[in-house]
């Protein structure tokens, strides 16, 4: 069974489908095939056209690398762009070469999140115990005053590290100025944020920033896209509201339900339904953390994650250069403002309640499934492509040089 570990990856970006699950990939592939001469990695769809951005044929080299001592005879990366497959929009094949015998193909999948799958197996392979907010409300409200009882002890132990993990990536984003690499000539803001008192905003740059350069490790919640959302929420609270780190454990465990519950539902990949499934599960995992560190019950934990989901159907994912910056960094700090309003909402607007977080998430699958493959980490359709046709009138002055 699947458990919040898997929910709370800790590793380094910029993306979970095409840095982190590529990489787990290839380390699986390799480890299965200890024999063979030689390795070809090809890589397709979202993972070929958004490739370069996102680090992913550097992790493949990287991990032949450190594997192997890589050389072109030992190993061969291909982002295809021609290479699709109608079971997923991730797909990596995988081939072991075998001199005098047989070669070995298999075709893998990154499924969001961080996690993977091949062809023909089962999504996802195993089943977490909950796949409605339904399910979990009983439970949740059992033990709403500590959600630690709903969790094992490696998996608690796991969040402690996690949340170390997520002050570790703040400060480190807080302390560094300059231009991220990609060629987009994207500054950082968190420090400059920070030193203006937007602390919310700062924070979630820091972590965001950190993610796109890959310099430190950060924490999937419930992606590497969308990682500053919930660990600006929380240390900002940790700081200015005197939350001690044992609250904010379990206000990670309710996060980390909520996006159990998700990903039995659809995966949290914006190559498989755009943005909307890694911010917006994102913001429906903080605001069901802050519901409840504000004394929220049951009710307005499940309105605060819906409301936070229904405010974010239909975003795309559409990121300029294959880049995990514009709009990706923006739209974590921005987002992360938006937290409390959705939680002030669930908090004194009950009276008019009539969605339900399971209704508002089979709106988000739909509204993914329905959502021009353009929109869906291609970069080949909305900013990305308006990028393209003028770069030049697209930036016309950095306001932070």
Not at 250 to 256: D, F
Request: negative net charge; charged residues 20%.
């Amino acid at each position: 069974m699947n458990t919040i570990l898997d929910i709370y990856k800790i590793g380094r970006g910029p993306s979970s489908s095409h840095t982190m699950a590529v990489k787990s990939i290839v380390l699986d592939f390799i480890k299965k095939h200890p024999n063979a001469d030689r390795f070809v990695a090809r890589a397709g769809g979202s993972l070929a056209l958004t490739g370069l951005g996102h680090k992913t044929d550097f992790i493949m080299q990287q991990v032949f690398e450190e594997s192997f001592k890589f050389t072109e005879q030992s190993g061969k990366v291909i982002l295809d762009k021609t290479y699709q497959d109608i079971e997923n929009p991730c797909p990596l094949e995988m081939t072991a070469l075998y001199e005098g015998s047989q070669d070995v193909k298999v075709v893998y999948f990154s499924i969001g999140g961080g996690d993977f799958a091949k062809k023909g197996q089962e999504v996802p392979a195993v089943q977490f115990e909950y796949d409605s907010f339904a399910k979990l409300q009983s439970n949740l409200n059992k033990h709403i005053k500590d959600p630690s009882k709903l969790v094992s002890k490696e998996e608690f132990e796991h969040i402690k590290k996690a949340w170390q993990t997520m002050q570790f990536c703040i400060k480190q984003g807080l302390t560094k100025t300059g231009v991220l690499d990609g060629g987009l000539n994207y500054m950082r803001q968190a420090k400059d944020r920070y030193s203006k008192k937007d602390y919310l905003s700062a924070f979630a740059y820091a972590v965001a920033e950190e993610n796109a350069s890959a310099e430190t490790d950060i924490v999937t919640c419930p992606t590497c896209g969308a990682c500053g959302i919930l660990p600006a929420i929380l240390y900002y609270q940790k700081l200015y509201n005197q939350l001690d780190d044992s609250q904010i454990y379990r206000a990670l465990i309710v996060a980390g339900l909520i996006a159990e519950i998700v990903k039995m539902v659809m995966p949290t990949s914006g190559a498989a339904y755009g943005c909307q499934a890694e911010v917006g599960v994102a913001c429906a995992m903080s605001a069901g953390a802050l519901a409840w560190i504000s004394g929220g019950n049951i009710a307005q934990i499940e309105a605060a994650a819906s409301i936070a989901l229904e405010d974010c159907l239909g975003m795309t994912c559409d990121p300029v250069l294959g880049l995990v910056q514009v709009p990706c960094i923006d739209r974590n700090a921005l987002k992360a403002n938006s937290i409390m309003n959705y939680v002030n909402y669930a908090m004194f607007n009950m009276t008019n309640r009539v969605r339900h977080f399971d209704k508002t998430l089979l709106a988000m699958k739909e509204t993914g499934r329905d959502m021009n493959e353009r929109y869906r980490e291609t970069s080949t359709g909305g900013l990305a492509e308006q990028y393209l046709k003028d770069e030049k009138e697209f930036f016309i002055e950095n306001p932070y040089s």
